[in-house]
C-alpha cells in the first residue's frame, strides 16, 4: 500500500524522534493513506518551522507483513474509544498497551473546535462524537517501533508549489 508523509523536507529514512507536544495517537512516525492530507500538513510543517520546503514523501508499506508480525490498534470511526485515546495522547497521560502501528482518524483543524470544547467540559463525550460525525475525517497511519518502519520503502519525493523556505 502506498502511504505518504507531509513536512518541511524529504525522509528518505524515517526514524522515531521524540515528541514535545503531545499527538493523537503519541510519538510515532505518522503517514497518511490520503495524498491531498500529506500535502496539506507539508505546508503547515513548513510554515510552522519557517524553514524547509514543503514536500511530501511517498512510501510502499509492507502491511500484509505488519499484519502477520505486529501489534496494530485500528480505530474504524472517530467513537469514544478514538476519543478517548486521542485525548490521553495530546495530553501525554497515556499508559495502556504499546502497539508498533495506530491507524485511525486524524484529529485536524477541522474537528479540533469540537475536541478543545470536549477538553475543556464545553461538550461531554456523547456530543463530542455527534459533533466529529458530522465531519469528513482522514486518516492516519502512527508507525511507533522500528520494527514498523522496517517495513516503509521509500518510492519518492516532491516538493509542493507555493510553500517554499522561509528567507
Not at 502511504?3 to 514535545?20: A, C, F, I, W
Not at 502477520?68 to 478514538?82: G, P
Request: hydrophobic share 40%.
Amino acid at each position: 500500500m502506498l502511504l505518504y508523509h507531509g513536512s518541511n523536507t524529504t525522509v528518505e529514512k524515517p526514524r522515531l524522534l521524540k515528541q514535545t507536544r503531545g499527538l493523537d495517537f503519541g510519538e510515532g512516525f505518522y503517514l497518511t493513506t490520503n495524498e491531498p492530507q500529506a500535502v496539506r500538513f507539508s505546508q503547515i510543517v513548513t510554515q510552522r518551522q519557517g524553514s524547509g520546503v514543503a514536500s511530501v514523501t511517498v512510501y510502499e508499506f509492507d502491511m500484509e507483513t505488519a499484519e502477520k508480525a505486529l501489534a496494530i490498534k485500528r480505530f474504524e470511526n472517530a467513537d469514544s474509544l478514538w476519543l478517548r485515546f486521542v485525548t490521553e495522547n495530546r495530553l501525554k497521560i497515556y499508559d495502556g498497551e504499546a502497539y508498533d502501528i495506530i491507524i485511525g482518524a486524524v484529529a485536524n483543524d477541522t474537528v479540533m473546535p469540537a475536541l478543545q470544547a470536549y477538553w475543556g467540559g464545553f461538550l461531554n463525550e456523547e456530543a463530542a462524537i455527534v459533533t466529529l460525525k458530522t465531519s469528513k475525517l482522514v486518516d492516519q497511519v502512527c508507525l511507533k517501533s522500528d520494527k514498523a518502519l522496517s517495513l516503509l520503502c521509500f518510492v519518492k519525493s516532491y516538493s509542493v508549489k507555493g510553500v517554499t523556505e522561509s528567507g
